[in-house]
């Protein structure tokens, strides 16, 4: 491990030691595919990389670079990508060798969107004695990214209710971005190697990964083809490069659904208000079966009202993504009796409140998933995990087609295979979370020997609990998952349950 006094690409990240900074702080059709051995190549540019300070909106201290690689990585000539780097150095003026590198989840979201975390947000200890890393992975943020709408613009209401990928924008898409990208050379793997390269010329020896959601696909990827260089990870909301997504959708929605329904029912004014909660959700259900509903709801800006054509899958499909945190899933009760009673006004407010595609480069994660999930997923495991549950096959369908529509770049033999590491990983699975469920995270612990999981019974998709970030301080602090007391999970409750939506969520009467 090299000392971080002993570094000089450390004094290149910090600006030299004596230098003053102030801190603060997610039928049948042709398809491309590439078919290579996915092979290191050298670095484009094998000299340190050199940061220089930069102005970033609500972070102060801040470095930043462009980092060059080339987007097809075998060949190694080429188009040529520049990855977006930040570096935030840590506030003390010897801080510990072992950087900190967070990957982002989606896929499709930027890395360097969380950098403000690290001085006023989850990540501000660390920030004390770590420098903290964010690369926007290529096809992201402003490393090239492969930007397109597919559907997730609400001020396009026919379309944003309307059917889920639609094939003309998959198509419209990808035309547009082939023009200045191939779209099989954006692949976690490929990713994970330009992450190499980045630390390497950063001087790090060794790193820690904090990553969330998709992120923590692409930290056990990275585990499994750069696993010497990484000390300890912490995972929160933890897939694994096996879940197919988005096979393993409906089941993980289904479950924080039954939950809900049980923590409703149990609570004194969830249960009163809305005491016939899934009897109500299948009345919903039932009216599409004769196909779209035609409902009242308002224009994003301005108000007016109108109506528009909802899609089953589309409905359930929002319902799934509230049910991710827990600070949108206490709005689910409320959304399921107002649509109960032909109100679908709140469920509009919700879905445009929270839109977590709209924030996704849309091209890299149509390559991610077409690429890594859906190949592997077989018609009997789609009828399976789609059996019984609210979400159904639809959603499942709707991303298989199109893929059909998307050039499927390669994946190494083995790739959904269980990543095994002798790293120190901590694994923080939330119960409620009806995106990566805790048996993912039970999945992935079995081929990590020096891995943990903490489980939170009342707890999501999020990193919003005093418990997490202590939890993820205390493994960088000790090196060692095992040393990492876990207990406080217990303490983490449900927020309550919402009767009315609060007036900045309306959009109209709520």
Not at 134 to 156: A, N, W
Not at 247 to 261: E, I
Not at 465 to 482: F, H, N, Q, R, Y
């Amino acid at each position: 491990m090299i000392a971080h006094s002993q570094n000089p690409l450390r004094e290149s990240v910090r600006g030299g030691h004596d230098a003053p900074m102030a801190f603060r702080l997610t039928l049948t059709v042709t398809v491309t595919i590439t078919v290579a051995v996915l092979v290191a190549a050298p670095r484009l540019d094998a000299a340190p990389l050199a940061t220089k300070p930069c102005d970033l909106p609500g972070v102060e201290g801040a470095r930043c670079a462009t980092f060059e690689v080339f987007e097809n990585r075998r060949l190694g000539k080429g188009r040529r990508i520049g990855l977006n780097v930040v570096v935030l150095p840590a506030v003390a003026a010897k801080p510990a060798p072992d950087a900190v590198f967070w990957l982002h989840g989606g896929p499709g979201a930027p890395a360097t969107e969380v950098a403000g975390a690290g001085t006023q947000g989850f990540l501000k200890e660390l920030h004390q004695d770590h420098d903290l890393v964010f690369v926007d992975q290529r096809g992201t943020g402003k490393s090239h990214p492969l930007q397109c709408d597919i559907g997730d613009d609400p001020t396009h209401l026919d379309v944003f209710f309307g059917p889920l990928f639609p094939p003309e924008l998959v198509r419209r898409c990808r035309a547009a971005l082939e023009k200045d990208a191939d779209l099989t050379m954006y692949t976690t793997p490929i990713a994970m190697d330009d992450l190499d390269d980045v630390r390497a010329a950063l001087g790090y020896a060794k790193i820690d990964l904090v990553a969330a959601s998709y992120g923590t696909i692409a930290a056990q990827v990275y585990l499994r083809q750069h696993g010497d260089h990484v000390r300890a990870a912490f995972l929160l909301g933890v897939a694994t490069p096996g879940v197919k997504q988005p096979l393993l959708f409906p089941r993980g929605a289904q479950h924080a659904m039954d939950l809900l329904y049980e923590d409703c029912a149990a609570d004194d004014v969830c249960g009163k208000a809305f005491p016939r909660l899934k009897e109500e959700l299948a009345a919903v259900l039932a009216r599409f079966d004769a196909g779209p509903l035609r409902v009242n709801l308002v224009e994003v800006n301005g108000g007016k009202p109108r109506s528009v054509l909802l899609t089953r899958d589309n409905f359930v499909e929002r319902l799934r993504l509230l049910l991710y945190t827990t600070t949108f899933a206490r709005f689910v009760p409320l959304v399921i009796h107002r649509a109960f009673e032909n109100d679908f006004l709140p469920f509009e407010s919700i879905a445009v409140n929270y839109n977590p595609g709209g924030g996704l480069a849309r091209g890299m994660y149509f390559t991610v998933t077409c690429s890594e999930g859906v190949p592997f997923i077989s018609d009997e495991e789609l009828r399976r995990e789609a059996a019984g549950t609210f979400v159904g096959e639809g959603r499942i369908v709707a991303h298989r087609n199109a893929c059909k529509e998307w050039p499927r770049g390669a994946v190494p033999p083995g790739y959904i295979d269980p990543v095994r590491s002798d790293v120190p990983v901590l694994l923080f699975s939330g119960e409620l979370d009806g995106s990566t469920p805790p048996w993912f995270g039970k999945s992935a612990l079995q081929s990590l020997p020096n891995g943990v999981q903490i489980t939170a019974r009342y707890y999501g998709h999020q990193f919003d609990a005093p418990c997490s970030v202590e939890t993820m301080d205390a493994l960088i602090a000790k090196g060692s998952a095992k040393a990492v007391d876990g207990s406080c999970a217990a303490a983490i409750r449900r927020p309550p349950f919402a009767t009315e939506l609060p007036p900045q969520l309306s959009l109209g009467r709520s």
